[in-house]
């Protein structure tokens, strides 16, 4: 089957680190994406993860462990502007890639306080 | 920059009317998809193209149809629109194994 989890909502304060976590469990594996998406705006792409380790691009860094099913994206030196909703996507492996059709998980609401 | 339009950012249709979505991507993407978005089911795929004329059925597909007549546009069709249809339609275009770009997306609303 194909399955991917994430947390529905997480708060975190103005400045601080947060971490959002992302399981999946797909029938073939072939690269992850993050994507932020605000509230009436469409996705855009943050990051993509194909092998296993950490990609870092500013304040966003993206882990991955094929292994263990397992994503994260690290915001640090949160701002304001990070309200928003991220969704982690995994590329569906049974194509092989050929048709870069995408799984997508719920997403997770980040409210950022001052 | 990549450029994803979809021609309409609100529609308010009847039950029982055809509906078409258009999208038009201007980065001579392979790869084209229709997507909606539901609170608290996140982004479910409707259907996709890889090539002109071609398509696939995603997740979702039944009371959907697609068009892709040129690359470069890819046309959502609901045949008899229903409230249950009643969604945010985001349509997204990618080469092949690169990140996809989304529009602005449509809200629809069937009454």
């Known amino acids: 089957g194909q399955n991917i989890d994430q947390p529905t909502e997480m708060t975190a304060t103005e400045g601080a680190i947060v971490q959002i976590n992302c399981t999946y469990q797909?029938?073939?594996?072939?690269?992850l994406f993050w994507y932020q998406q605000h509230a009436g705006e469409a996705p855009t792409f943050l990051s993509y993860n194909v092998l296993d380790g950490l990609e870092e691009k500013g304040r966003f860094s993206s882990f991955l462990s094929r292994s263990k099913g397992y994503s994260y994206l690290l915001l640090k030196e949160l701002q304001m502007k990070d309200s928003a909703s991220y969704l982690c996507?995994?590329?569906?492996?049974?194509?092989?890639?050929?048709?870069?059709?995408?799984?997508f998980g719920t997403g997770t609401l980040l409210a950022v306080q001052p | 920059d990549v450029k994803v339009t979809q021609s309409s950012r609100y529609l308010v249709k009847r039950t029982g009317e055809k509906v078409f979505l258009e999208c038009v991507q201007d980065?001579?993407?392979?790869?084209m998809f229709w997507y909606r978005q539901d609170p608290g089911l996140g982004l479910r795929l409707i259907y996709f193209?890889?090539?002109?004329?071609?398509?696939e059925k995603g997740d979702i597909p039944e009371g959907y149809s697609v068009s892709r007549e040129k690359k470069e546009r890819f046309s959502l069709i609901l045949e008899s629109a229903s409230t249950n249809q009643t969604s945010m339609y985001l349509c997204a275009s990618s080469q092949t194994t690169t990140e996809q770009y989304f529009g602005p997306g449509t809200r629809l609303t069937v009454t």
């Open positions: 980065m001579d993407h392979e790869n």
């Open positions: 996507a995994v590329r569906d492996g049974r194509y092989g890639g050929a048709t870069n059709k995408l799984i």
């Open positions: 797909t029938s073939g594996f072939n690269g």
């Open positions: 193209s890889y090539d002109v004329k071609m398509k």
